[in-house]
Every structure is written in C-alpha cells, then in structure tokens.
C-alpha cells in the first residue's frame, strides 16, 4: 500500500551515544523528506528536511541521509542528550494524491 | 513557531453530539489541513483545503465535514461524535502541497477531543 514505515517503534539510548530511525516509502516519485520532533503533549515540529538531489543533510548534531534506489532515507543524531527523549516522525509525499504520509512514529529515549 | 492557533484545545463532549474545531492561521498560507494523532497510526489526514470553499478528503474522513468561508479559518465539524472520534486533533499548513517547493507543513499546538 502507499504507507510510510518508521523503524523502530522504541528506543532506548544512553546519554551521548548515537540514534538511528529508519523509514522506507513506496513512491519512488516521491522527492522530498522531512522529520518532525515532537515533545510529550507538544506539536510535532520540523527539525530537519532532505530534497531528492542529495544524499546527505546535516544540521549539527542531526543528519538526515537518504537512498532514492532502495527508497529509504535515516536520521542520526549523534552525542544524544536527554532533551532528545521524544517522538520522531518521518514523512514522505504521494505522487498520485500529493498527500504527505507520516510514519506511525518513534519513541526516543535518551538515558542520563 | 507558525501562527497557527486552536480552539478549543482540550474539549469532553457525550455520543451523538457535535463539534467543531477551529483553525486560525495568520501566515496567509494557501493550504490548510486537519490531521487526527491516534498511539500506533502516527498522523493520518482527515481533510484539507486549498483554497476558499475548496476542499477535499483524506485518508480517514468519514464522520467528518470541513468548511473554509475566509483564507485564515478552516473548521472541522464532527456530525455526531462517536467513542472512535477520541483523538488529538492538528490543524497545519503549508504553502505549497506534495512534492513542490515549499511544501512544508507546520503543525497548530493540537486540540484533545475525549468522547464519552
């Protein structure tokens, strides 16, 4: 179907190591990638975008990559810190509909 | 943060009622849209707007009707509230919509709907 999905569901790190959650989408159309952040009973807010003509995008100590061949792209945060702990999504849009598809979501939880 | 704003942003009403949400944006964006937030779905669509009195549905949008009289409001009325209707609800926008630049969505602070 035309989903979106967001692995892992959880997880659980230690104060300074690196995060990684994967997302996979079906519309190889599909052009331009964004993750959202979003703190317990807050909105989900964008942290980082990627568009089609590049593999890799970092903003400090977030990166967002992306592989259009096996239609998957990644976030990394590195030296996690407990502020960190919160729910990412990922998106990705739909040719045929131009509806943008969110993952079902991660819950990251960073241990001090 | 973008110049969404919501109301009411937390509201208890009984089956069979209606309700109405409202989204008010001061950014003058062209598309507007209301999201549900349900544990395990992420954000699914419920409908959009892109334009004055121009609307369309979404993934989930039975049980729902949406209305856009000015470019700054846009209201999700709930006919007949069911138990299945609990959810948090997020109004957002964008300037442009699917794969065009400036597309964008930011979020409104949400609106907490129990229905008992």
């Known amino acids: 179907g035309e989903n979106v999905e967001q692995h892992p569901s959880t997880l659980s790190v230690q104060e300074g190591d690196s995060a990684v959650i994967k997302c996979t989408y079906s519309d190889s159309a599909s052009n331009y990638f964004p993750w959202y952040k979003q703190e317990l009973g807050k909105r989900p807010q964008l942290i980082i975008d990627?568009?089609?003509?590049?593999g890799e995008k970092k903003d400090q100590r977030i990166a967002v990559t992306l592989n259009k061949t096996a239609k998957h792209f990644s976030l990394h945060i590195t030296e996690t810190q407990p502020e960190d702990s919160a729910v990412y999504f990922c998106?990705?849009?739909?040719?045929?509909?131009?509806?943008?598809?969110f993952g079902a979501g991660t819950r990251l939880t960073v241990k001090p | 943060d973008a110049g969404i704003t919501q109301s009411p942003r937390h509201k208890v009403t009984e089956t069979g009622t209606p309700v109405t949400l409202r989204c008010h944006q001061t950014e003058n964006h062209r598309y507007m849209y209301w999201y549900r937030q349900d544990p395990g779905h992420g954000l699914r669509l419920i409908h959009y707007?892109?334009?004055?009195?121009?609307?369309d549905k979404g993934e989930v949008s039975d049980g729902y009707s949406v209305s856009r009289s000015k470019t700054e409001d846009f209201l999700l009325t709930l006919e007949s509230a069911t138990s299945s209707q609990t959810s948090v609800y997020f109004c957002a926008i964008s300037e442009s919509r699917g794969q065009n630049s400036g597309n964008t969505i930011y979020f409104g602070e949400g609106s907490w709907l129990t229905v008992v």
């Open positions: 998106a990705a849009p739909f040719y045929k509909d131009n509806d943008m598809r």
């Open positions: 990627i568009r089609s003509n590049v």
């Open positions: 707007s892109y334009g004055v009195k121009d609307t």
